[in-house]
């Protein structure tokens, strides 16, 4: 965010220019709400050796929207979308939890491996057939990947015959209900793939090359880029994503519903990648801000139920913070609420090219 | 459609004239509404074949497509406009699982007659869908992403009405219900006839107003729409104001046919409803397609379920796969199209 219109360069507005200083205060906002209702929100107990509290609470039922949304993170910056991560959720865990089920050691750990591969593969399947149509067929992100959000709950209702199918494996327990250092297991599952993400998209030029492709795909494909191998694997990996925090859910709950497992998941995912600051037109992108994006969005949950806001008005609340953290990243809007001059200008000539750019990403990857 | 995908041989067709006639063909911007309506007709017709000692063979199995299904395609009306002029409208079935809860409650806790609440009903949402309007092109903020907010908005909204569902007694809405018009081959309920006379006013909107031909521009391209002076703003604004008016009035027949209200009402609709505008050949960039696609892409839907409930073995998650599969299908005529188009 470098402004070169600004005359009087300071700190905070440094500081306020940063990507992630508006994601980060809404977060810091919600937890601080939480205080006066419950003072010892922040404090952590250790019961049974587990450690227990708001905070553990909030990342451990949070963590299989961390997972679905960093992956739907890398896809929205090469200018796509994909809708399909719920149902490929409901997949995964309808796959996993019906070959687990079918052992007659739902215990042995080859049996578990082996059923966690089974569901991880057919969830690659999902991403390769996605990045397929886009990337290939040059069919728009959300319809591509709306035919196996449509699907795809028919499909893992099929595979789990319309039961929800209930397991009682100890070791599948752990991904997404056990503990192992005081700490849930999946936080541990949730902080590696977030650091192998960011290694992958910092350390190494993918990053650079999943922007070049968000930004212009025609052009970086004129420089060198093969734009559609990228976009592929893009998908790919936001569908293993998806497919991990498959398995969290279903481990967590030992069951499997064709019908209701990540329901909705998607786009709650794709707000904490708005909320994050990834532009949803493709072309920059912060796995950090989406990160606090999704912990703001379980946040929101823990905050609704904590200070005794009636649960049904839940979906009013998040719509209201849907609005006003849009509203707030809308350079648009800033510009006409909080003064025309100097700020709105850097970000306005963004806004104008979004008919532009939606043809020409049409063409490309012919 | 792999061996026309296959000729790109025709060099650079200037006109229509030289261009070989699968190329002309494919250049029809009619071919996906006749592609639906050929495809409508051959399961209609294996329908008949496969099931003419069930009863498949009476009119009134036809007529039932639309009685069953009239909600819907008041749904897909709304959202063909908004595909049409570029948009997407996620809000749909929120707003209609809303109004059936806001119509029942009204009746129902708060004793209003119905012909009072059916105008505020519509205009709920026909407001609900011009906020939304006025939010993506004041603002600037992604279609997607402020429908989305108005899904959470009016499904929370049912639920802060009620978390149970009501069911309707008032007479009225029975009799409503009920009321059946006679054509000689069969009866079509009050919803299925509202849902027609709606197709018909959009297809006269849409093809003979300027307003109609706006949205087709817009849809086209914003940037040279904008450059000719067309009213943009106005436009944007309108297209999702008659979504959340369509939604809303799909609510009110959704309430007839169900005669109730409840806050998962019609949960996933808006997917139902965009499918049936891409299976009816409406492209998803916008600037083409018919409103009569989309009637055909409601009567294919509609038909899968009945064909499956006349099968009788099949489970339902199969309509979700059926769907599933014709929307694949569709798209990928629709790529066919455009690939054409731009070469």
């Known amino acids: ?366 | 459609m792999s061996a026309t995908t296959k000729t790109p041989t025709v060099p650079e067709g200037r006109t229509a004239s030289q261009a070989s006639p699968v190329a002309r063909l494919l250049g029809d911007r009619r071919l996906p509404v006749l592609v639906t309506a050929a495809l409508f007709l051959a399961m209609y017709i294996t329908g008949l074949g496969r099931y003419q000692n069930y009863g498949f063979t009476e009119p009134q199995v036809f007529l039932n497509l639309f009685i069953d299904n009239g909600y819907l395609l008041v749904a897909a009306v709304g959202a063909t406009f908004v595909i049409m002029s570029g948009g997407i409208d996620l809000s749909v079935g929120s707003v209609i699982g809303f109004t059936t809860m806001f119509t029942a409650w009204m009746v129902e806790r708060q004793g209003l007659p119905l012909l009072l609440v059916v105008p505020l009903a519509l205009g709920v949402g026909a407001f609900g869908g011009f906020l939304m309007g006025y939010v993506i092109h004041n603002f600037e903020i992604q279609p997607f992403i402020v429908t989305l907010a108005g899904l959470f908005l009016f499904r929370g909204l049912c639920l802060v009405i009620s978390k149970e569902s009501i069911s309707i007694s008032d007479s009225s809405v029975s009799s409503l219900a009920q009321a059946q018009a006679q054509l000689g081959i069969g009866f079509l309920s009050i919803g299925a006839i509202v849902a027609l006379v709606v197709l018909a006013v959009a297809f006269y909107v849409l093809h003979y107003t300027r307003f109609g031909r706006r949205v087709y521009a817009i849809g086209g391209n914003e940037q040279s729409a904008l450059l000719m002076g067309l009213p943009m703003g106005g436009t944007k604004i309108a297209v999702y104001t008659v979504s959340g008016f369509c939604s809303a009035l799909a609510g009110l027949l959704f309430m007839l046919y169900i005669q109730s209200g409840d806050p998962l009402h019609a949960v996933g609709m808006e997917l139902d409803a965009i499918a049936a505008v891409v299976i009816g050949g409406t492209l998803l960039t916008g600037g083409s397609g018919y409103v009569l696609g989309t009637l055909f892409g409601v009567l294919v839907l509609g038909l899968i379920k009945s064909l499956i409930q006349f099968e009788g073995t099949l489970s339902s998650w199969w309509t979700k796969i059926a769907t599933g599969v014709l929307l694949c299908a569709f798209i990928l005529i629709q790529r066919a199209m455009t690939a054409r188009k731009q070469t």
Not at chain 1, 191 to 202: K, P
Not at chain 1, 257 to 284: F, K, M, P, Y
Not at chain 1, 348 to 356: D, H, I, L, M, S
């Open chain 1, 1 to 366: 965010m470098s402004t070169p219109s600004v005359t009087t360069p300071s700190r905070w507005r440094a500081l306020t220019h940063h990507h992630l200083f508006w994601p980060v205060a809404v977060l810091v906002a919600l937890l601080l709400v939480n205080v006066p209702f419950t003072p010892d929100f922040f404090s952590i107990k250790m019961t049974d050796g587990h450690l227990y509290g708001s905070l553990v609470s909030i990342v451990l039922f949070g963590s299989p929207l961390i997972l679905v949304a960093v992956g739907m993170t890398l896809v929205i910056a090469t200018g796509g979308i994909d809708l399909s991560v719920g149902a490929v959720v409901a997949i995964t865990g309808a796959l996993t939890c019906s070959y687990i089920s079918d052992q007659a050691d739902q215990n042995a750990l080859s049996g578990v491996f082996l059923a966690m591969g089974i569901g991880l593969v057919a969830a690659v399947v999902c991403g390769l057939w996605n990045g397929f149509l886009v990337a290939r067929m040059g069919i728009q992100p959300i319809i591509a990947t709306l035919i196996i959000m449509v699907a795809g709950r028919g499909v893992a209702q099929l595979i789990t015959d319309g039961q929800i199918i209930t397991i009682n494996s100890e070791p599948y327990k752990l991904i997404g209900g056990g503990y192992w250092l005081t700490l849930p297991f999946s936080i541990f599952v949730v902080a590696a793939v977030v650091a192998v993400t960011v290694a992958l998209t910092r350390r190494t030029a993918l990053g650079l090359l999943v922007e070049s492709v968000g930004g212009n795909a025609e052009a970086s494909r004129l420089v060198g880029i093969r734009s559609m191998r990228i976009k592929i694997m893009v998908y790919m990996f936001c569908a293993l994503c998806a497919g991990i925090a498959g398995l969290m859910i279903s481990s967590n709950t030992s069951a499997a519903d064709g019908n209701n497992a990540g329901l909705w998941i998607e786009l709650d995912a794709i707000l904490a990648v708005v909320i994050g600051g990834t532009s949803l037109l493709g072309g920059r992108f912060s796995i950090g801000g989406t990160v606090i994006g999704a912990l703001v969005i379980q946040t929101l949950t823990t905050t609704i139920y904590t200070i005794g806001v009636p649960t049904q008005t839940n979906l009013v609340f998040k719509a209201v913070v849907v609005i006003v953290v849009c509203l707030l990243q809308s350079p648009k809007f800033r510009a006409k609420v909080f003064g025309a001059k100097g700020r709105g200008k850097t970000a306005a000539p963004a806004a104008p090219a979004t008919p532009a750019d939606a043809a020409p990403k049409m063409e490309v990857s012919r």
